[in-house]
T-cell receptor, first 112, second 114 residues
Framework: LAKTTQPISMDSYEGQEVNITCSHN???????ITWYQQFPSQGPRFIIQ???TKVTNEVASLFIPADRKSSTLSLPRVSLSDTAVYYC?????????????FGTGTRLLVSP | DTEVTQTPKHLVMGMTNKKSLKCEQH?????MYWYKQKAKKPPELMFV???????INESVPSRFSPECPNSSLLNLHLHALQPEDSALYLC?????????????FGQGTRLTVV
């Protein structure tokens, strides 16, 4: 299972773009990268998933370079409600069972 | 229905009690998971039931035992717990394999062992 490394915490202000990077040097060919968001005392919530290049949905973008050894979650124009912990997970999805193992995560604090 | 339902939401139990946590999903998912989460820590995977096969985190003590009566239900039986087992217990489900697999989490059971 590929190990992930993220910054422990990040601070931002409302309206700014936030980029959270995750390092996964041992990522395997069949691994996908998935990001989850968690608020206190709630279960994590899926944000976005990708394999390579760029993926965008209504809440975030995910940038994955060609070597796939890292990925960056981009949150455009954050608000106070984006204050949460963000987790990057790596799992083999097409050929293996999803293991859903969480790393330490990044605690994002958005201030007014 | 994209919900994972966990009951109860809160549980207080003594160290000699036996209790069970329940998790239910109706999305046809073939994988279900139990996690333990302490304050300001990431969820720690305890058990995975994937296609009727159980995978165990070797570090989970035997006072926790999962049970999967059918593909929609996953129970966690608790007995002789310790105060350090107090935590938020989260259940999740997913397709388990395949492209674009999103996992859905329940709201958790807040367990206090006294």
């Amino acid at each position: 299972l590929a190990k992930t490394t993220q910054p422990i915490s990040m601070d931002s202000y409302e309206g700014q773009e936030v980029n959270i990077t995750c390092s996964h040097n041992n990522i395997a060919t069949n691994d996908y990268i998935t990001w989850y968001q968690q608020f206190p005392s709630q279960g994590p919530r899926f944000i976005i998933q990708g394999y390579k290049t760029k993926v965008t949905n209504e809440v975030a973008s995910l940038f994955i370079p060609a070597d796939r050894k890292s990925s960056t979650l981009s949150l455009p124009r954050v608000s106070l409600s984006d204050t949460a912990v963000y987790y990057c997970l790596v799992d083999p999805l097409n050929t293996g069972f999803q293991k859903l193992v969480f790393g330490t995560g990044t605690r994002l604090l958005v201030s007014p | 229905d994209t919900e994972v339902t966990q009951t109860p939401k809160h549980l207080v139990m003594g160290m000699t009690n036996k209790k069970s946590l329940k998790c239910e999903q109706h999305m046809g998912h073939r994988a279900m998971y139990w996690y333990k989460q302490k304050a300001k820590k990431p969820p720690e995977l305890m058990f995975v039931y994937s296609y009727e096969k159980l995978s165990i985190n070797e570090s989970v003590p035997s006072r926790f035992s999962p049970e999967c009566p059918n593909s929609s239900l996953l129970n966690l039986h608790l007995h002789a717990l310790q105060p350090e087992d107090s935590a938020l217990y989260l259940c999740a489900s997913s397709q388990g394999t395949g492209k674009n697999t999103e996992a859905f989490f329940g709201q958790g059971t807040r367990l206090t062992v006294v």
